[in-house]
């Protein structure tokens, strides 16, 4: 076979493009320090690699689930925690009251007082987090409750308990593993229809899912009622010390009520373990929520190492390789110097 110039040309040019091509890979590999720079670098790794991807991207996605509903649960937690505190001190100026040794005048001032608290817990049950009100249910953009004439009126999302099943429905959840979702928020307010066992949220109960309109500063509002929590303890308190049923007193009682005011000392009780009760679900879930992110936080480093080790470079060796791959390259540059002499007088001669 006659082998012309030509020929000898383009396998030059062929094997210096391929010199390079080979030098421009490897300097992206350890400039990127990644092994798999295309699917076409290992096609049979690429698969697992996009599995083990996807692992992380959804493992992120939990933690950030985890962290949002951890935020609505420590502040739940802090805000129980406060209401608990302000019933003690109403129990206390209950006990205070019923000891028969103050006036009416003493007792009246102790039912100011415990008005200023129902004012603070009201204040308390509509605290935000957010933007979004951690006793509103799912409808939680706005203010959930309102007080209005003496009476506390609910307007958050509606909350039920299906008594068969003893289950939940529209409280606000987070799923934070696959098909594991979980509630974050504690009951506010239980609509309760049925006639069989009831349950009470941390402010009490609505009689039924119907709604009455209120006006407040000019605006009707779609309300419920709130009946039998502790803000109607606090109110049976407080009407007791004065001796009167309205609110605010008219002075026509001249003494207290006594059995009143034993009988609401026993209802504060009542609704301390009420709010102990959904406290401890809430610090429970606590714990639930952080022990899962912490195993998900393991599985990241575990998943992230077993990612490095299907794409990662070995610098060391690759930057060997570069070495060798210049020297090549650098070769092949003066092979084609010596060999291309292609001008007239090489040709005369």
Same mark, same amino acid.
């Given at each position: 076979?006659?082998?012309?110039?030509? %020929?000898?040309t383009?396998?030059? $040019?062929?094997?210096?493009?391929?010199?390079?091509?080979?030098?421009?890979?490897?300097?992206?590999?350890? /400039?990127?320090?990644?092994?798999?720079?295309?699917?076409?670098?290992?096609?049979?790794s690429?698969?697992?690699?996009?599995?083990?991807?996807?692992?992380?991207?959804?493992?992120?996605?939990?933690?950030?689930?985890?962290?949002? *509903?951890?935020?609505?649960?420590?502040?739940?937690?802090?805000?129980?925690?406060? $209401?608990?505190?302000?019933?003690?001190?109403a129990?206390?100026s209950?006990?205070?009251?019923?000891?028969?040794?103050?006036?009416?005048?003493?007792?009246?001032?102790?039912?100011?007082?415990?008005?200023q608290?129902i004012?603070?817990?009201?204040?308390?049950?509509?605290?935000?987090i957010?933007?979004?009100?951690?006793?509103?249910?799912?409808?939680?953009?706005?203010?959930?409750?309102?007080?209005?004439?003496?009476?506390?009126?609910?307007?958050?999302?509606?909350?039920?308990f299906?008594?068969?099943?003893?289950?939940?429905?529209g409280?606000?959840?987070?799923?934070?593993?696959?098909?594991?979702e979980?509630?974050?928020?504690?009951?506010?307010?239980?609509?309760?229809t049925?006639?069989g066992?009831?349950?009470?949220g941390?402010?009490?109960?609505t009689?039924?899912?119907?709604?009455?309109?209120?006006?407040?500063?000019?605006?009707?509002?779609?309300?419920?009622?709130?009946?039998g929590?502790i803000?109607?303890?606090?109110?049976?308190l407080?009407?007791?010390?004065?001796?009167?049923?309205?609110?605010?007193?008219?002075? /026509?009682?001249?003494?207290?009520?006594?059995?009143?005011?034993?009988?609401?000392?026993?209802?504060l009780?009542?609704?301390?373990?009420?709010?102990?009760?959904?406290?401890?679900a809430?610090?429970?879930?606590?714990?639930?929520?952080?022990?899962?992110?912490?195993?998900?936080?393991?599985?990241?480093?575990?998943?992230?190492?077993?990612? %490095?080790?299907?794409?990662?470079?070995?610098?060391a060796?690759?930057?060997?390789f570069?070495?060798?791959?210049?020297?090549?390259?650098?070769a092949?540059?003066a092979a *084609?110097?010596?060999?291309?002499?292609?001008?007239?007088?090489h040709?005369?001669?």
């Amino acid at each position: 076979m006659r082998v012309t110039n030509k %020929m000898v040309t383009d396998t030059l $040019i062929s094997n210096i493009q391929n010199n390079m091509q080979k030098l421009a890979r490897t300097q992206e590999q350890i /400039s990127t320090g990644t092994r798999i720079l295309r699917p076409s670098d290992d096609p049979s790794s690429v698969s697992h690699l996009l599995a083990v991807k996807g692992n992380i991207k959804y493992n992120q996605q939990y933690m950030r689930n985890i962290d949002d *509903g951890l935020s609505y649960l420590y502040s739940t937690d802090d805000t129980l925690g406060s $209401i608990l505190e302000v019933v003690t001190n109403a129990k206390t100026s209950a006990i205070q009251g019923a000891n028969g040794a103050l006036s009416v005048e003493e007792t009246t001032a102790l039912a100011y007082q415990i008005d200023q608290m129902i004012d603070h817990v009201a204040d308390l049950a509509n605290t935000p987090i957010g933007g979004k009100y951690i006793f509103a249910g799912r409808e939680n953009d706005q203010p959930p409750f309102i007080r209005y004439n003496d009476e506390i009126y609910y307007r958050g999302g509606d909350i039920t308990f299906d008594t068969d099943v003893k289950q939940y429905d529209g409280r606000v959840a987070r799923e934070i593993l696959a098909q594991s979702e979980h509630t974050v928020d504690a009951p506010s307010v239980i609509i309760n229809t049925g006639s069989g066992d009831q349950v009470k949220g941390v402010f009490g109960t609505t009689p039924d899912a119907s709604k009455e309109t209120i006006t407040v500063d000019g605006n009707p509002v779609d309300v419920r009622k709130v009946e039998g929590g502790i803000l109607d303890a606090l109110k049976q308190l407080r009407n007791a010390l004065t001796g009167e049923s309205v609110w605010p007193p008219t002075g /026509s009682a001249t003494v207290p009520d006594s059995a009143g005011i034993n009988a609401a000392i026993s209802n504060l009780g009542s609704e301390m373990d009420n709010l102990i009760e959904h406290r401890v679900a809430i610090g429970a879930r606590e714990r639930h929520f952080e022990s899962v992110k912490e195993q998900l936080m393991d599985q990241e480093v575990n998943l992230t190492q077993v990612q %490095m080790n299907i794409e990662g470079v070995d610098i060391a060796k690759a930057s060997l390789f570069l070495s060798q791959q210049k020297l090549t390259y650098d070769a092949s540059l003066a092979a *084609g110097s010596t060999v291309l002499q292609t001008s007239l007088l090489h040709f005369l001669k």
